[in-house]
């Protein structure tokens, strides 16, 4: 029987570029915050060696373009070449939104097929791959709340925020990461937000508007993409305390003092929007529900 594992979305509390690095990418200090949108994933092993990767629904790729399959090669490859997987991708996790849904799955992976195959796989080693992989997945290995540095892939585990509600709106529309960061303009280095550095420092925050962040990328995205521009100035109506688009979106996560005004938002969203009502999570609550069994998964 296969194991079947939730692999959880993330949403940018904070984005902020500071440069460029010597490999040419921007340098960035952003806040991730792991949320309880998931996609399940499914493996066993399988007879004979290579990887047979099967997506029936959410029209994530089947080949080795998708980064599960990527992670799924690279443990097989250094570590078990004459072994073999088998891989049930079933996304809910709206792709290319900025929500890390392709690196959490390829994290998840990394995770899961050691155990599976019953490999001895360092932390470091793992660390590695994840970073080879993509500036996201090894923020992946970590999860909760964690600040990014360089690329975003050197993870500083942070102390947690508190337990929160927050709706994730999808508009609908695809938005080209590489086009966002060419119409970006010369980095404008400047200082943390005073919320987050009192954060850094140990302040207790009581939710995610204290922290007065923002995303650099939000601007080029709002300018190009009048559908994310619309679904932001609609929560902005809607009476919401925190509107930020997460990554280089197209999803804009929003929060609410009142958890009534987040269940009327709907009213005041475009048509083509879809809206997920989710949870922070902390570090401990993504390893304890990390682990799903087939009957669970499918009702979720």
Known sequence: MPETYRSFAKINLHLQIDGRLPDGYHQ???????????????????AGSGIELRVPEGG???D?????????????????????VSIELRKRIPAGGGLGGGSSNAATVLQAVPEILGLEVAAEDLRSVARALGA???????GGTALGVGRGDE??????????EVLLVDPGVSVSTAEVFAALGPPRPRPLPAGIVDFLAGAA????????????LERPVLDR?????????????????????????????????????????????PSEAK??????????AVRAARSASDSEGNGL
Request: net charge neutral.
């Open 28 to 46: 960035l200090r952003t806040l991730f915050q792991t949320v309880s949108l998931h996609d399940l994933i499914s493996i066993e092993p399988r």
């Open 60 to 62: 994530a790729p089947e």
């Open 64 to 84: 080795a373009s998708n980064l599960a399959y990527r992670a799924a090669k690279a443990i097989l490859d250094r570590w078990a070449p004459d072994q073999g």
């Open 136 to 142: 996201d997945v090894p923020y992946f290995l970590v």
């Open 155 to 164: 993870i500083i585990p942070l102390s947690e925020l508190a337990e929160q």
């Open 205 to 216: 925050v009581r939710d995610i508007a204290a922290l007065d962040a923002f995303n650099d």
């Open 225 to 269: 993409f009048p559908r994310v521009r619309s679904v932001y100035n609609a929560l902005r109506r809607a009476g919401a305390s925190c509107v930020r688009l997460s990554g280089s979106g197209a999803t804009v996560f929003a929060c609410f003092a009142d958890s009534r005004q987040g269940g009327e938002v709907e009213a005041y969203l």
């Open 275 to 284: 809206v997920y009502a989710v949870r922070t999570m902390s570090r401990a």
